[in-house]
């Protein structure tokens, strides 16, 4: 969102000085980002003079806000339910106003995840207004469901109640084939199961980074998978369940597109046991998991090879095709060798704990650092006294 630019700098000294251009009273403070108007007030800012300016902010920011959301088509509709239930509640205060339309019929025709714009247009300017203060409250977060993967579902068939439909478990592809038929007379690596946790942890990190969207976001999911995994990118050959996570880890918190938090980068240790042992059917995932794995893949090539014979494009098909046989590899592995699996269910979450328990020390030890530094600068030392002084 956009924010309002406060003038600190020593070449500003001099403008900071003028009048306020909206009050004419006091000293500007403040440069409007749309106009460079001066003002010195939020009072001021919001005035009639400059409405017009300032409502056009506010709402290109609230439509940011919204594109930049993850939430899918559901989660959208409920905020235009939140609307509704906004003009419900100012019925009254409208009724001295010229009749309007029901958003309902305001919004007829328009598709709420695209036509954003035209949305907010349909809008009264009391809507508007209570609708930017959700957005610069927060509260407009807590209209949208905390993204459930499809690993931590388990609804009992007795469950009648109505509840949102939790996400799909993937199916595990179909015709596999034996795993001696692809590795021949060559025997599979005794760190190949090493390289599935690598490759599950970039699976289970990707998939949450896009609330579970990554399938419509095919190709920049995709390269969030391969960005993560050195198993599948580069061919890394990881030799230990530490050496496997903890790489992809660090790589997440130290690229700035992947990173989410240094709570979630160790989280997704969680999802990668839970992956291989469900907590409660206590069955393993893997193959379901690898295998929606594979198709991301697989859309990620159809969307390079839309995009004709630039080198690029053919660079990302082959790519996306060998790390696509890799993983069709790993499918029929887990499938063949999932009592091994399950085995490693309680070395990840071991792993996970010891990495939660170290990442608690240092975040303690970081606000111990900041609370001495916070009272550091507020110890003001006596200045040392004169020679003069003293003697007197």
């Known amino acids: 969102m956009a924010q309002v630019k406060v003038d600190t700098s020593e070449e500003t000294v001099t403008q900071a000085q003028e009048v306020c251009s909206i009050c004419l009273a006091q000293l500007s403070r403040y440069t409007c980002p749309r106009c460079n108007v001066r003002y010195c007030s939020v009072a001021c800012y919001r005035h009639e003079r400059h409405l017009q300016c300032s409502e056009s ?27 509704m239930r906004m003009q419900e509640g100012d019925e009254d205060d409208d009724q001295n106003e010229d009749h309007v339309a029901s958003l309902e019929e305001r919004l007829d025709g328009l598709d709420l995840d695209k036509d954003l714009d035209q949305v907010w247009q349909c809008l009264t300017l ?126 997440v918190q130290q690229r700035k597109d992947l990173f989410m938090s240094l709570e979630s980068s160790v989280s997704v240790m969680r999802d990668v046991a839970h992956l ?52 069709f590899f790993f499918v029929v592995w887990s499938s063949e060798h999932v009592e091994d699996l399950l085995s490693l269910s309680d070395v ?25 530094r916070k009272t550091s600068k507020g110890c003001r030392h006596a200045a040392p006294q004169t020679l003069v002084e003293q003697l007197n």
């Open 348 to 372: 990840v979450l071991l792993e996970y704990e010891t990495s939660l328990k170290e990442l608690q020390s240092y975040l303690e030890t970081e606000q111990t650092v900041k609370a001495f």
């Open 276 to 327: 291989l042992c469900h907590t409660t059917s206590h069955l393993c995932q893997v193959p379901e998991a690898l295998s929606d794995l594979h198709q991301l893949l697989a859309r990620a090539k159809a969307a390079s090879k839309a995009e004709g014979k630039k080198s690029d494009a053919q660079d990302s098909v082959k790519q996306l095709h060998r790390v696509a046989k890799k993983v």
């Open 57 to 83: 902010f506010y709402r290109d920011s609230v439509i940011t806000e919204l594109q930049q959301m993850k939430g899918n088509g559901e989660e959208r509709r409920h905020v235009m339910e939140t609307l």
């Open 126 to 251: 009391s809507e508007q207004q209570q609708f930017n203060q959700l957005v610069q409250s927060g509260h407009v977060g807590h209209l949208f469901s905390l993204y459930s993967p499809w690993w931590e579902t388990f609804t009992p068939v007795t469950d009648m109640t109505e509840k949102p439909s939790p996400p799909l478990k993937p199916s595990v592809l179909s015709d596999l084939p034996p795993l001696s038929s692809l590795v021949k007379d060559a025997k599979v690596s005794p760190s190949v199961h090493y390289n599935v946790l690598n490759a599950l942890y970039a699976y289970a990190y990707t998939v949450r980074l896009y609330n579970g969207d990554h399938l419509e976001l095919a190709m920049q999911a995709s390269q969030a998978v391969l960005d993560i995994s050195g198993a599948l990118s580069s061919n890394t050959v990881f030799c230990a369940t530490r050496d496997a996570l903890r790489v992809a880890v660090t790589t």
